[in-house]
């Protein structure tokens, strides 16, 4: 029983006190701790701005929605299965994230939500747009799922 009183103690000395400040502000580093690569830091940066530049949600004809080429997955059509009761009782609950390409829009997150939108008979979904591509800065890893 010491042993796990001895773990608590070690968890809560090394937890911040002062509640919660973003990004360790007005926080001395830890001991041992390496500050965030430049690149890193770059793209917490931009992420910023691109979270600032995302639109509001609005109401968009589903049919102005293009997959977008990067997708490496196809549709599964289980999880579209699977949102439809979902949107059925509750609605579209989150929007779909999409970029404006010319007098269309290409969908980034959101495309099973399509699919069971489409399956309920719904013309149109909330989204929010992206007017801009980020890019990723030279050293960060791209991982796809």
């Excluded at 929605?65 to 059925?88: K, M, W, Y």
Aim: proline content about 6%; aromatic content about 4%.
């Amino acid at each position: 029983m010491s042993r796990l009183k001895d773990l608590e103690a070690s968890i809560s000395n090394a937890l911040p006190t002062g509640g919660v400040q973003p990004h360790g502000a007005g926080r001395p580093r830890r001991p041992g701790s390496i500050p965030a690569p430049a690149s890193l830091l770059a793209f917490s940066g931009e992420m910023a701005e691109a979270n600032a530049k995302i639109g509001k949600p609005k109401r968009v004809r589903i049919d102005q929605c293009d997959d977008g080429d990067f997708h490496a997955t196809s549709i599964d059509q289980n999880r579209v299965d699977e949102l439809i009761p979902n949107i059925r009782a509750n609605g579209q609950a989150v929007s779909a994230q999409v970029r404006v390409k010319g007098d269309r829009y290409e969908i980034l997150s959101g495309r099973h939500r399509k699919f069971a939108l489409l399956a309920l008979g719904e013309q149109e979904w909330t989204s929010s747009s992206r007017k801009h591509q980020m890019t990723m800065p030279k050293g960060c890893l791209s991982m796809t799922t």
